[in-house]
């Protein structure tokens, strides 16, 4: 059992404020993993005292952007150093099956490696020519940090979400407090030794566990200068809506409901087998998991069989179980949540073709959920509209591309999307015309060096790369 009896703030580990530890349990039996300490309003205020002194009277914001770079590359290698480590601590704590989160530990260091690229090449500072050759000035551009940056990440995804904001708001030259789910408690604080052993400057980073109500704090403390959030659309509102009371700096990854379309000409056996990861990875619990999935009438019931023939084949289990393809939801309202958009899709008249809102058989310990297929779904029904977060599918029949492109647009989100063709431009014709952050052709896995992020109620701003770095500076313009 692994205790974390202090918190992480401003880069050194310190007595929280209240004494009580939250006890961790195994999503997969409910077994004890650890305890750690939860920060409350006074650990924040702490941590954001600390963040506010780095970056007005320190050194980081000042640091070249070469060391700094260089600090963050040794934060990558460290963690890729701990890879296995990782993997299996988000494995035990979110009910996230081994073979993801080991496979996610690549995706992590590509991610960094696009922000460390774009860094290293990003203008700093330039000098701009006047359109007019004979006037008497010039124009001096400065790309410098906004200040102190509250992020704030789900528990989904937590390494990922984490970088995600703190490499580009480093890099860039802020200070960072990072809250964290207490789910995560475990990994997070991982995460926080690694950071640890970086180089960064005193008060540059803090890695806060908290609830909500805490999590709150942050966002309206009056000297947080910018807040980058993930999470649920609803929680993104709140924290827009806080934000602009005080003109905040704000970018939000929030939820979807993506379409996943196959055209008539696709390879059915591959845009299956591709939707295996596309549409289920981490259990469902992802945010750009594509899970309404879009089939032409003239192939509708081949669509639907060979979808119920790769949902039943799933092995739902022990996340550490290395043949585990499907793990326990994160808590047990998470779980029954899923069940009840299960009951739900019902109630409304889909077909359930496989799953249903029972328990998987030998599993009832756990927060598991049976993976579920409905077909015969109109998009209007709530299953087809609201963000469920679990392993359920629904398969919606269109007419033409028209109204396959009508369908998967008739959507509050906008975050993610795929499309499945024999003919690549083809595909890509139809890609243009989908209003949303994130395309994929064939299955393509989503890269970091292009922005990351959504349209309409799944967002505001971008992240990864050369554009998610933009995110996290402010332009000063000098004229001479």
């Excluded at 006890?23 to 409350?40: F, K, T």
Aim: contains cysteine.
């Amino acid at each position: 059992m692994i205790t974390y009896d202090q918190l992480f703030i401003g880069g050194e580990w310190t007595e929280p404020s209240g004494p009580d530890l939250l006890d961790l349990v195994s999503p997969h039996d409910r077994s004890l993993l650890g305890r750690a300490a939860q920060a409350l309003p006074a650990d924040v205020d702490r941590a954001v005292a600390a963040a506010r002194a780095a970056f007005d009277e320190g050194t980081w914001p000042r640091t070249p952007p070469a060391d700094r770079i260089a600090v963050l590359r040794r934060l990558n290698t460290l963690r890729e150093e701990r890879a296995d480590d990782v993997a299996a601590i988000i494995s035990a704590e979110n009910g996230s099956a081994l073979w993801f989160t080991r496979a996610g530990q690549a995706g992590l260091t590509r991610q960094a490696d696009a922000y460390l690229k774009a860094a290293g090449e990003f203008g700093w500072e330039e000098t701009l020519a006047p359109s007019d050759p004979g006037a008497p000035f010039r124009s001096v551009v400065r790309r410098e940090a906004i200040g102190v940056v509250a992020a704030i990440i789900p528990w989904n995804s937590p390494f990922s979400a984490a970088l995600a904001k703190l490499i580009p708001a480093l890099l860039a030259g802020n200070t960072v407090v990072l809250k964290v789910s207490p789910e995560n408690s475990l990994s997070m604080n991982l995460l926080a030794g690694l950071l640890a052993e970086t180089g960064l400057p005193r008060g540059v980073v803090s890695v806060l566990p908290a609830d909500r109500e805490t999590s709150e704090h942050l966002v309206k403390h009056p000297d947080v200068d910018k807040v980058a959030f993930t999470g649920s659309t609803r929680a993104g509102r709140r924290i827009a809506s806080l934000a602009g009371e005080q003109l905040k700096r704000v970018s939000l990854e929030l939820g979807g409901k993506s379409a996943a379309v196959i055209l008539p000409d696709a390879d059915l056996g591959a845009a299956i087998q591709g939707l295996k990861f596309g549409s289920l990875l981490n259990n469902g619990e992802a945010c750009i998991a594509q899970t309404r999935i879009l089939a032409p009438r003239s192939r509708y019931d081949e669509v639907v069989a060979g979808l119920k023939e790769m949902v039943e084949s799933l092995q739902v289990g022990d996340p550490a179980d290395e043949k585990t393809f499907i793990g326990p939801m994160v808590r047990p309202d998470q779980q029954q949540r899923v069940r009840d958009y299960i009951s739900l899709g019902v109630e409304e008249g889909a077909r359930l073709v496989t799953g249903g809102a029972q328990v998987p058989a030998g599993l009832e310990p756990g927060n598991y959920v049976t993976p579920t297929l409905f077909a015969d779904v109109s998009n209007t029904m709530r299953i087809a509209q609201e963000e469920i977060f679990g392993p359920v599918l629904v398969v919606i029949a269109y007419d033409d591309e028209d109204d396959a492109v009508r369908i998967a647009n008739e959507s509050e989100y906008g975050l993610s999307g795929g499309v499945w063709s024999a003919d690549e431009d083809h595909a890509l014709a139809v890609a243009r015309r989908l209003r949303t952050g994130t395309v994929t052709i064939n299955g393509a896995p989503i890269g970091f060096d292009g922005p990351f992020g959504g349209f309409k109620a799944s967002g505001v701003g971008r992240e990864y790369g050369a554009v998610g770095l933009t995110q996290y500076i402010e332009y000063q313009t000098v004229t001479v």
